[in-house]
């Protein structure tokens, strides 16, 4: 049995048991497949981790940078108080649209909002609102830039706050100290940032899985 499909049968596994996707978690899927938008979005595994993390933290406010079809946002969005809140920025506004639809299904309309243009542009004008600090940021949108959406992520978060940034292995090429690809370069920078400075303190997982050989990133906000 090659490796990948013994971890797609140990997370198919793990799944049915410990997270299976309910009716809205389903359309949301099929929904996404039908406007053909790529699969490239968390498993249900790291879904419910995610929700997992954001109970954990107490979280009332999200904000999440990479929304596709909103798989990931209701997962994080039912972690959340009927009162909270939580943004997710998207580039694509065929995506975005996806998304609405998606988080409506799923009855989170009043706490999910969907922002849509490039982040860099709206993290200023979000900044510009002064909103409550977030207690969790999920970046997973162009891994280019993942240096620098920490660096928003601290901007508008607090001292206990938490960031996740997705998908930093690269299969195996974040290694890679010589490395040009720009998702590479992203990411090593974001690497770098979480492990100087000194408002963070930090780890990076390694995973396997239904959507193959992958990691995440946490760091945890201390001041
Ligand atoms: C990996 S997908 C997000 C998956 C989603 N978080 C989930 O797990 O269900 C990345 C998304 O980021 C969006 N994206 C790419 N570049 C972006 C940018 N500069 N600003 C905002 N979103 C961007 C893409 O259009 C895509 O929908």
């Known amino acids: ?24 978690l389903r359309a949301a899927l099929r929904d996404s497949e039908a406007a053909g938008l ?22 009332r406010t999200v ?18 108080p009927e009162d909270g809140r939580l943004i997710s920025l998207e580039y694509s506004a065929k995506h975005a649209e996806v998304a609405v ?20 542009e709206s993290l200023p004008k979000l900044a510009d609102e002064n909103p409550a600090p977030f207690d969790l940021v999920f970046i997973d ?7 620098h ?12 706050s938490v960031i996740v940034v997705d998908n930093v292995v690269r299969g195996g090429r974040v290694a890679d100290a010589g490395s040009t690809e720009p998702d590479v370069v992203g990411t090593r920078n974001a690497i ?11 780890t990076a997982i390694q995973t ?13 906000v201390l001041a």
């Open 38 to 59: 790529p699969p490239i979005g968390v498993t249900a595994a790291q879904g419910k981790f995610l929700q997992l993390l954001a109970q954990v933290q107490g979280a």
């Open 141 to 147: 949108a162009d891994k280019a830039n993942n240096a």
């Open 208 to 220: 396997v899985g239904q959507k193959g050989y992958d990691g995440f990133a946490v760091a945890r």
């Open 149 to 160: 959406y920490v660096e928003w992520a601290l901007r508008l978060t607090r001292a206990g």
């Open 101 to 120: 639809r998606n988080l409506a299904r799923a009855g989170l309309e009043r706490v999910a909002e969907v922002r849509v243009g490039p982040a860099l």
């Open 1 to 24: 049995m090659s490796g990948s499909q013994l971890w797609d049968d140990v997370d198919d596994y793990f799944i049915s048991r410990l997270s299976p996707d309910d009716d809205a």
């Open 63 to 80: 904000l999440e940078i990479g929304t596709l079809a909103g798989y990931s946002t209701i997962w994080l969005a039912r972690a959340l």
């Open 192 to 202: 770098d940032l979480i492990a100087n400075h000194p408002r963070l303190s930090g």
